[in-house]
């Protein structure tokens, strides 16, 4: 197993070298070739024999990996696959080539196989019998040729030189596991060699012992002798339990712990770090020991060695590591389960005086920017900011704690005077919305507040805590900045959230998704350039649900990306019936963009659809550049390559990234409604922006479009301003797929 294991670390970096030498060799033949046969045949060869090594890549990277559910046997016969398929990509070229171009290059073809033979000799892999195939496939293909020829004496160099690669194959395999294995062993005798030294060495262990079958101590260290108080020669040849167990020998009475360790020895198992309560000249002390059962060269067992250290000082220590344990290492304030504690404490208190106490969780807003944006050392010393003030905002009567994250907790032991929750959470919300200094920059993170009181909303500190978490949920949702207290009809909503993130979970698999198209028009023709997919679910347990409802769930969950997937390849597909012209614009969320097979999913849906790059116009919204800058830029550079287009949408109402204007080459910047509709009331500020963007649009060779366009007056007045394209209700609403279609129909009758 351990050679296995070295075998397949080794894999990655061994395929990948396979994988671009065998680039290398088909570029040169394609670029032999495609003058002599043209582009047609060569282009598909290269293509098909590129997917064959792509996935043989992909088989040895799940074999280098570790925890893949796909077994190894499996993954093997896979890598056989692989090789008779790409040996027939070359085989197909040695016979097809040749015949095509009329025998021209036919030699060279045949030593770029026979090259291929000699490389795979030495290739490394974890299954010999995919070389050999492999080798065997390719030299076939060469006799074949030479035969063809009527190279006859060639075609018996090109047997021999065949057989030749396939016996120093097996040769090379050979030598290669007896080295692998006679380091392995070399490996394990020194390991067993130096066991008990290293043991020694990284437990900082104080001395040796040993013990024989009988368990009586022998060959007694000074420093062991020390240890148990007494000179080495009254100790030898006593029993070890005797040694440790002081008064209490004669009784039986052990503690549990001295029985553990005689359970151990009386069953020869080895044993490590283990906590011994020992007595010594009276004096209880605690030791730690390590035991390995030792046995002769005829297997016998022998006794006992092992090493030990007194650790008396760490145990006295505990109470002050357990004091730690209950505080928060960064912040310095309590932690959860101090939290908890006295929350539990505080419940207990209201029910024994019929009084009331209080939990109110407080979260940071905004603070997820700050962390993505400025680092995660300068979201830990924001914390310790804002920490340091609620801290300032407590009494006698509050315990303030962090639970984690950027949330915290404070209780209130007695809050039945009236008001105290509400005033404390304003204070906190106006003490924490106030600027921080960290670092030379000026942050405004802001906190929303959830309460809840006992008894009244819960008994327990599980009920509490929840029910307080629902509170704060719901002042997040109503904008953050926000109060509020807990009320029944919170386990409802929550309920409610729930059922219906059961459902859209099985809202792809029963079909309930569909997607809406609404056109994009070009300002001057007004004629369709586009169509912008929206997908709507229509449940069978809740009706038609809000985008502006479930799209954020899906976000919170993850499910967005299984539902951008599925929005690509359908509305790939559909553009297909659209004329040639007209683009299809789906919307990616940040979840989907930063998987690392964004590239792939794009790729795939443009090949199962038929669609032209050119066609597809990927749209991001500012924040994608908040979560990993870095693999945002270079996902959308991999959909840019493959010739899609990127528009910019909403820009202006997030995070204005004007550096990424400048680094990505964005072909369209969308301008969001409230500045459309601002303008239409005569906004200067809006019409500035719009102008703006226009300009700045047109001097980085930009498009530009204008959302919510829902009046001719509106539509006028952003062809006067300079936007290229409009979308809104002016020039429709989304529609249906059968709708957009006709839609085309229509004005080809109107232009017949």
Request: glycine share 8%; net charge negative; charged share 20%.
């Amino acid at each position: 197993m351990r050679l296995r294991g070295d075998e397949y670390a080794e894999l990655a970096y061994a395929s990948r070298n396979r994988m671009l030498a065998n680039a290398l060799v088909a570029f040169f033949t394609a670029a032999v070739f495609a003058p002599l046969i043209g582009f047609l045949v060569v282009v598909p060869w290269a293509g098909l024999l590129a997917f064959v090594l792509y996935r043989s890549r992909q088989t040895d990277l799940l074999l280098a990996a570790s925890g893949t559910r796909v077994g190894p046997a499996t993954l093997e016969r896979w890598q056989n696959l692989h090789a008779i398929a790409g040996a027939a990509c070359w085989v197909g070229a040695v016979l097809l080539f040749p015949l095509l171009s009329g025998g021209a290059q036919a030699y060279t073809l045949q030593m770029i196989l026979l090259t291929l033979m000699v490389a795979s000799t030495f290739v490394f892999s974890t299954s010999p019998l995919s070389v050999l195939l492999y080798i065997g496939i390719l030299g076939l293909g060469v006799i074949l040729s030479l035969a063809l020829a009527g190279q006859w004496q060639a075609v018996g160099g090109a047997i021999l030189f065949t057989i030749a690669s396939l016996v120093a194959t097996i040769q090379i395999r050979t030598t290669f596991v007896k080295a692998r294995l006679a380091e392995a062993a070399v490996a394990e005798k020194e390991a067993v060699v130096s066991l008990l030294l290293r043991e020694f060495e990284e437990n900082e262990a104080d001395w040796l012992w040993e013990v024989d079958p009988a368990r009586r101590l022998r060959s007694v260290s000074p420093r062991f002798a020390f240890a148990l108080g007494r000179a080495q020669g009254e100790v030898e040849g006593k029993p070890l339990l005797e040694m440790v167990a002081g008064q209490n020998w004669a009784s039986g009475q052990f503690p549990p712990s001295l029985h553990d360790l005689a359970e151990r020895l009386k069953n020869r198992e080895n044993f490590s770090n283990m906590l011994v309560q020992v007595s010594i000249l009276g004096e209880e002390r605690w030791w730690e020991l390590s035991g390995t059962p030792v046995r002769d060269e005829q297997g016998r067992f022998t006794g006992f060695r092992g090493v030990g250290s007194d650790v008396t000082e760490q145990r006295k220590s505990s109470e002050k590591i357990a004091y730690l344990a209950r505080y928060d290492t960064l912040t310095q304030l309590p932690n959860r389960l101090q939290v908890t504690e006295a929350l539990g404490e505080a419940l207990r208190y209201a029910a024994q005086w019929r009084t009331r106490c209080a939990l109110l969780m407080v979260d940071l807003d905004r603070f997820k920017a700050v962390n993505d944006s400025l680092g995660h050392m300068t979201g830990d010393k924001l914390l310790a900011q804002v920490s340091a003030r609620l801290q300032s905002l407590m009494g006698e009567n509050h315990l303030c704690g962090r639970l984690g994250g950027d949330e915290f907790a404070i209780v209130i032991r007695d809050a039945s005077q009236v008001g105290i929750v509400r005033d404390l959470a304003r204070r906190v919300i106006d003490r924490l919305s106030e600027p921080y200094q960290v670092d030379h920059h000026t942050l405004y993170v802001g906190a929303s507040v959830g309460s809840a009181e006992g008894p009244r909303d819960g008994n327990s500190v599980e009920e509490m805590m929840r029910n307080a978490d629902l509170a704060l949920y719901r002042a997040k949702d109503m904008g953050g900045g926000e109060h509020c207290r807990f009320e029944p009809v919170l386990h409802a909503s929550a309920e409610e959230r729930r059922q219906l993130e059961v459902a859209l979970r099985k809202a792809l698999g029963r079909d309930e998704m569909v997607l809406h198209y609404q056109p994009v028009v070009d300002a001057r023709s007004e004629s369709v350039v586009s169509f912008e997919a929206l997908v709507r679910w229509n449940s069978a347990d809740h009706g038609f649900v809000s985008p502006g409802k479930f799209i954020p769930l899906a976000e919170d969950t993850r499910l967005i990306v299984p539902i951008g997937q599925w929005v690509l390849r359908r509305a790939c597909e559909e553009a297909r019936n659209w004329p040639e012209h007209v683009k299809v614009n789906v919307n990616v969320s940040p979840e989907q963009l930063l998987e690392p097979g964004f590239h792939d999913q794009v790729v795939q849906a443009l090949a199962a659809s038929g669609l032209r790059p050119e066609r597809l116009e990927v749209e991001v919204t500012e924040s994608i550049f908040l979560r990993d800058a870095s693999v945002a830029r270079n996902a959308l550079e991999q959909v840019m390559a493959l010739g899609c287009s990127v528009a910019l949408d909403d820009f202006g109402t997030g995070y204005s990234s004007l550096g990424y204007l400048r680094k990505l080459k964005f072909s369209t910047i969308k301008v969001d409604r409230t500045f459309v509709q601002g303008a239409a009331q005569g906004s200067a500020e809006s019409l500035a922006i719009i102008n703006a963007v226009v300009a700045m649009a047109k001097s980085l060779q930009m498009t530009t479009t204008a959302e919510g366009v829902e009046t001719s007056e509106e539509a006028e007045l952003i062809r006067n301003l300079g936007c290229d394209k409009i979308q809104g209700f002016y020039f429709g609403r989304p529609m249906t797929a059968e709708d957009a279609r006709s839609l085309f129909a229509a004005i080809r009758e109107r232009r017949a």
